[in-house]
C-alpha cells in the first residue's frame, strides 16, 4: 500500500527538517508514536537504528527502525519493521516561493495475517492511514509556522 503526501508550510526549511528529525519533536504531531529511543547513533545518520511504540484503536506495537537516508534540512527515510507490518517513509522538504513543500511517500507492506485482511478491507486501512495522516499533517503545519522564525530586518 502506497501513500503519498504533499503540505506547504509557512516556515523554513530548517524549522520544518527538524520536526522531522528531532524524536522528541516528531511525537509531538505523530499522535500515534508514544515513546521511542535511539538504539545506536551513527556518523551522518544513515545507519541509525531505533525503537518506537505505536499505538491506536486500543492496542500497541513496538516497531524497529532505522535511517535510511539523511541529507540535513532536505530529506530524511526510515525503514520500520514490526510484527504486522515493513514501512518504508521518506520525508522530502525543499523550497517553493516562501513556503517549504513537505512531501512524503509511504510504501506499507502487511505481514500475514493482515496481509489477507487488506485483500478484503484495505480500501477502510488506507483511508483511516490517510486520515491519520491528514490530522497529523496539520498539526506539523501549525507547529512549524508558530516556531518560524521571524523575517530578519532590513537593513538601510
Aim: with cysteine.
Amino acid at each position: 500500500m502506497r501513500i503519498d503526501f504533499t503540505v506547504d508550510i509557512a516556515s523554513d526549511p530548517e524549522t520544518v527538517f527538524s520536526w522531522l528529525a528531532e524524536p522528541e519533536r516528531a511525537m509531538l504531531w505523530m499522535t500515534s508514536v508514544a515513546g521511542g529511543e535511539i538504539i545506536e547513533r551513527k556518523p551522518g545518520m544513515v545507519g541509525t537504528t531505533f525503537r518506537e511504540r505505536v499505538e491506536g484503536d486500543g492496542g500497541g506495537i513496538d516497531m524497529e527502525g532505522s535511517i535510511t537516508a539523511f541529507e540535513p534540512n532536505r530529506r530524511i527515510a526510515f525503514h520500520l519493521e514490526s510484527r504486522v507490518n515493513r514501512v518504508d517513509v521518506d520525508y522530502r522538504v525543499e523550497t517553493v516561493g516562501d513556503l517549504v513543500r513537505l512531501t512524503t511517500t509511504s510504501s506499507v507492506h502487511w505481514r500475514f495475517p493482515v496481509n489477507v485482511i487488506s485483500l478484503f478491507a484495505g480500501r477502510a486501512m488506507k483511508r483511516n492511514i490517510t486520515e491519520q495522516s491528514n490530522r497529523e499533517f496539520a498539526r506539523l503545519k501549525e507547529l512549524c509556522e508558530a516556531t518560524a522564525p521571524l523575517p530578519q530586518a532590513s537593513t538601510i
